[in-house]
């Protein structure tokens, strides 16, 4: 089983030029992303969150369910959901602006233990910023990884949301010795500065680092470095690529036998290329649809 854990949001996404063209209701979130990506892909998946009890909310459960992700470990609320409006640039790419006061998903709190039979738990973007949930998606993440369970983190940075640029750094340095595998986009590197070797160092196994149509390079702990070409395809948008990879990746991993520490140093130059490969051709098929639309497993073909 792999948990996911963060946010549900509802995006408002363009379907035209302008600043009010024709905004459409899209379920999102980079962490819901992530639960739904897996669940298409075939990987046992939970999702661990806190959504609101209204229709936003409801429609969000029922996008995981048919994805056949477990919902039993999202807590309710009668807060609002979390808005986020998207905006397109003309290469596909989104940047966001987020409406989060007094939302449903701020109101996380750390479970008791996580589900019977977790193998790993993913973390990321907005819940690890807003708080009070932020706090307790911490708490989450530091405990698992001291019960051994492989730790997946992707800060999918939002500028907008963090107040406090240096601190936010600070914190993301001080998860870092709780991170199995980091994954983040080289926009989000350059925003947090530092250098895969000094994230490695101090604590995860391997760092992925995603280049847009560039494709995907991993560094490992062992001071190797490999990388694959972006799969060619026509974009509509980006919303939902990364995601994608982190599902890729946990998938991969899953089915490689590699979900742990010690199975991403043994992967080598042909597993890494294959896991790698994979991710890029599932991200691919998500930038070929409107807004965040997962592959399932035969859309992507064998890892």
């Given amino acids: 089983m792999i948990v996911v854990a963060g946010e549900a949001l509802i995006d408002l996404v363009p379907q035209g030029t302008g600043a009010l063209a024709g905004l459409q209701p899209a379920l999102g979130g980079g962490p819901y992303n992530t639960a739904v990506a897996l669940g298409r892909l075939g990987s046992p998946t939970a999702f661990c969150s806190r959504t609101s009890q209204d229709a936003f909310g409801e429609a969000l459960l029922d996008g995981l369910r048919k994805a056949d992700v477990d919902v039993s470990s999202v807590q309710r609320g009668t807060e609002p959901t979390t808005l986020a409006v998207a905006t397109i640039d003309a290469h596909g790419s989104a940047a966001y602006s987020f409406y989060v006061d007094g939302t ?21 973007t907005c819940s690890l910023v807003l708080e009070p949930g932020a706090t307790a998606y911490e708490s989450l993440m530091r405990t698992a990884s001291a019960q051994g369970v492989f730790t997946a983190l992707d800060p999918n940075i939002r500028a907008g949301l963090i107040p406090d640029a240096d601190a936010y750094r600070a914190r993301f340095r001080s998860w870092l010795p709780s991170v199995s595998l980091l994954k983040l986009s080289e926009e989000d590197a350059e925003w947090l500065g530092g250098t895969p070797r000094e994230w490695l160092a101090a604590g995860p196994a391997a760092v992925v680092i995603t280049r847009g149509g560039a494709g995907l390079t991993a560094f490992t702990g062992e001071g190797a470095e490999y990388s694959v070409p972006g799969a060619k395809v026509d974009v509509v948008d980006t919303i939902g690529a990364g995601d994608t990879v982190n599902a890729a990746l946990l998938h991969g991993l899953t089915v490689m036998d590699a979900l742990s520490s010690e199975g991403l140093s043994a992967l080598g130059a042909e597993g890494w290329t294959r896991l790698l490969s994979f991710a890029a051709r599932a991200a691919a098929i998500t930038c070929s649809r409107a807004g965040a639309e997962p592959p399932y497993a035969r859309e992507v073909g064998e890892i």
């Fill in 104 to 124: 449903a998903d701020r109101l996380f709190t750390a479970p008791v233990a996580l589900p019977a039979g977790t193998r790993a738990v993913s973390f990321g």
